[in-house]
C-alpha cells in the first residue's frame, strides 16, 4: 500500500469526488470497509429514504394559479389546451429531474452555481429577476387565500388580501407543531378537492375522445387560445422551482460513488414522476370539469354569466352535483390549503434563492412577510379598483410573467446539467441534451413570438393617442430587444467555472472503484458525501 500514498485532496463541502490518502487505510481496513458497503437497505427502502423532496415541490403544480387557469382555459376553450398540460407538465418533469441531479452531483444548488459561474452584473440581474419569480408565484397564493375567506367568511376580497399576510405568519407559527403534521394536512385537502373534481367529472361524464384529442392534438383557436396558452405553462413550470428543486436534494445523505449518485437520480426521477402524475390528473380535471360544465347547452344564465368570467371566487358552482350546498365551504377549505401550502414552497425557493446569490440569510418567518407584502401591493391595487374579476385577471398576468421569467433560470439548468465541468461523468447524455433543449428553446421561442405580437397587435389597434402609441413604443422596444439579447447571451455563452474535480488519475484503485461504485478506497466515514449542513435543518419529511 506504501506505493499508492497520495496527499489528500481537500475540495470542499460541495464537491462530490476527493481523494483521500491510502496509507491510513491497511489492508483490514479495506476488507472491512468492503463488507460495509455491500451491507446495503433493499431497494424499497433505498427509495423512501429519498422521497420528500419531489412531493413538496409538486405542491406549486396544485397551486391557487394553477387552478385558475385551468378553470378559465377549459371554461374558454373547453379541452383545446389539454396538450398544453401534458407537454408543460412533461417538460416539468424533464427539467424538475436536471434540477435534482445537478444538485446531486455537485453539492451546490444552482442559485450557488450561478453565483460561481456569472459576472457580478449577470449575477445581480439573475437574483432579481428570480425574487420577482418568486413574488409573481406568491401573488396568486394571496388571491387564493382572499377567495377562500371571502367564500368562508363574506370578507371582501380587498380586505382578504390584507388578512394574507397575518395567515402567513399563523402557519408558518403553527410549524413548531410538526411541519410534517401540517404538510400532511394540507395535502390531505388539497386531495379533498381533487377528489371533488374527480367525482364532478365522473358524474358530468366529458366525451374520452374529444378529452384525447385535447390532449394529444395541439390547436389553438379562438380569441386570446395563445395567451391562456402561455399562462398555462407559466403556471405549471415555475422558474423558482428549480432552484428549489436542486436545494432540497442536498438534505439527503448521497453516498459519493458514481454508483450511489445515479441511484438517488434515478430515486428523485421516480419520486418526481409520481408526483406530477397526481398533479397532471388533478390538472386535467379541473379543465374536463370546467370545459364541460360551461359547455352544457341548457346552461342558465346565470351561470353562463359566470362562465364567461370565471375566477377561484365563483368557481364552486362547478361542484355543485357532487357536493350541493355544502360545496362552497368544502371548495374554499380546499382553496385556503392550496394558497397556504404553496406558500411554504415559496418561502424556501426565496431563502435559497437569497443564501445562493448573495450568501444572506433571513429568518423564515421575515423572509415571508417580505415577500408577501410585496405581493400584497398590487393585489390589494387591483382587488380594490377591479373586485374579483380583476383579481383573477391578475393571478393570469402573474403567470404569463412566471412564463418569461422562465429562460433565466432554464438556460443555465440546461448549460450547467449538460457540462462536463459542472456534473463530470453525470452529465446530461445527448439524448437529454437535444430533448431538453428543444423543449426549452420551443417555450423561450413561443414566448418570444407572443411578447412581439401582441405588443405590436396592441399598437395597431389602441385607441390612444399617436404620440402616446409612439412614446410607448420607444420605450417598450427596447426592453424587447434587451430581453432577446439576454436570452441569447445566457445561450452562447461558455462556462469557465470548474466545479466537478476527478479522482487522481495516479491511482488506479480510487480511479476503479470510483466508476464501479464500490467507493473501498473511502474510510468508512466519507461513505457518504458531506451532505449540505446548512440545508438540513430544515424540517423536510425524512
Not at 381533487?194 to 375522445?209: I, L
Not at 423558482?240 to 445523505?253: D, E, W
Request: hydrophobic share 50%.
Amino acid at each position: 500500500m506504501a506505493s499508492l500514498q497520495h496527499e489528500p485532496r481537500v475540495t470542499g463541502g460541495s464537491n462530490r469526488v476527493s481523494a483521500v490518502d491510502l496509507s491510513v487505510l491497511n489492508s483490514k481496513d479495506y476488507d472491512d470497509h468492503k463488507d460495509i458497503d455491500h451491507d446495503q437497505k433493499p431497494g424499497w427502502k433505498s427509495f423512501l429514504s429519498f422521497v420528500g423532496p419531489g412531493f413538496l415541490v409538486s405542491l406549486a403544480y396544485l397551486d391557487p394559479g394553477n387552478m385558475e387557469t385551468d378553470l378559465q382555459a377549459g371554461a374558454n376553450h373547453r379541452y383545446e389546451l389539454l396538450w398544453v398540460i401534458l407537454i408543460g407538465l412533461i417538460f416539468a418533469l424533464v427539467i424538475q429531474s436536471l434540477a435534482a441531479n445537478l444538485g446531486v452531483s455537485t453539492g451546490k444548488h444552482l442559485s450557488e452555481l450561478c453565483k460561481a459561474e456569472y459576472p457580478i452584473f449577470v449575477k445581480y440581474c439573475l437574483w432579481l429577476l428570480a425574487e420577482v419569480a418568486v413574488i409573481a408565484a406568491d401573488i396568486p397564493e394571496v388571491i387564493g387565500t382572499a377567495f377562500a375567506l371571502n367564500i368562508l367568511f363574506k370578507i371582501p376580497v380587498w380586505v382578504g388580501v390584507l388578512l394574507t399576510g397575518l395567515s402567513t405568519l399563523l402557519l408558518l407559527g403553527l410549524q413548531k407543531y410538526g411541519v410534517r403534521k401540517l404538510e400532511i394536512l394540507i395535502a390531505i385537502l388539497v386531495f379533498l378537492m381533487a377528489g371533488c373534481f374527480f367525482g364532478e367529472m365522473s358524474y358530468v361524464k366529458p366525451p374520452a375522445g374529444d378529452l384525447l384529442k385535447g390532449m394529444f392534438i395541439p390547436k389553438l383557436s379562438g380569441q386570446g387560445a395563445t395567451g391562456d396558452a402561455i399562462a398555462l405553462l407559466g403556471a405549471l413550470v415555475m422558474p423558482h422551482n428549480l432552484f428549489l428543486h436542486s436545494a432540497l436534494v442536498l438534505t439527503r445523505k448521497i453516498p459519493t460513488s458514481v454508483r450511489g449518485i445515479n441511484d438517488a437520480c434515478r430515486y428523485f426521477l421516480i419520486e418526481s414522476g409520481i408526483a406530477l402524475f397526481v398533479a397532471f390528473l388533478i390538472n386535467v380535471s379541473m379543465i374536463a370539469v370546467s370545459g364541460t360544465v360551461c359547455s352544457e347547452k341548457n346552461l342558465p344564465s346565470e351561470e353562463m354569466d359566470r362562465c364567461s368570467d370565471l375566477t377561484l371566487n365563483s368557481a364552486s358552482f362547478l361542484l355543485k352535483n357532487v357536493l350541493g350546498k355544502s360545496g362552497s365551504t368544502l371548495y374554499a377549505i380546499a382553496l385556503l390549503a392550496s394558497g397556504q401550502s404553496s406558500t411554504i414552497t415559496g418561502t424556501y425557493a426565496g431563502q435559497f434563492i437569497m443564501s445562493g446569490f448573495l450568501d444572506l440569510k433571513m429568518r423564515k418567518w421575515l423572509r415571508n412577510l417580505v415577500t408577501r407584502c410585496i405581493a400584497i401591493t398590487p393585489s390589494l391595487i387591483v382587488s380594490i379598483i377591479g373586485g374579483p374579476s380583476g383579481a383573477g385577471r391578475l393571478i393570469i398576468i402573474a403567470s404569463m410573467i412566471l412564463s418569461f421569467e422562465l429562460p433565466f433560470a432554464l438556460i443555465p439548468l440546461l448549460k450547467f446539467s449538460s457540462s462536463s465541468t459542472k456534473m463530470g461523468p453525470h452529465k446530461n447524455s445527448i439524448f437529454i441534451i437535444l430533448f431538453s433543449w428543444a423543449l426549452g428553446l420551443g417555450i423561450i421561442g413561443i414566448n418570444i413570438y407572443y411578447l412581439s405580437t401582441a405588443f405590436v397587435d396592441w399598437l395597431i389597434h389602441s385607441t390612444w393617442p399617436k404620440v402616446a402609441n409612439v412614446f410607448i413604443a420607444i420605450l417598450v422596444f427596447p426592453v424587447m430587444a434587451a430581453y432577446v439579447l439576454s436570452v441569447i447571451y445566457l445561450m452562447l455563452r461558455k462556462d469557465v467555472v470548474v466545479t466537478y474535480i476527478e479522482p487522481s488519475k495516479g491511482d488506479p484503485i480510487a480511479q476503479d472503484n470510483m466508476e464501479s461504485g464500490n467507493d473501498a478506497n473511502r474510510r468508512p466515514e466519507l461513505t457518504n458525501a458531506p451532505y449540505r449542513e446548512d440545508l438540513s435543518d430544515i424540517p423536510f419529511p425524512q
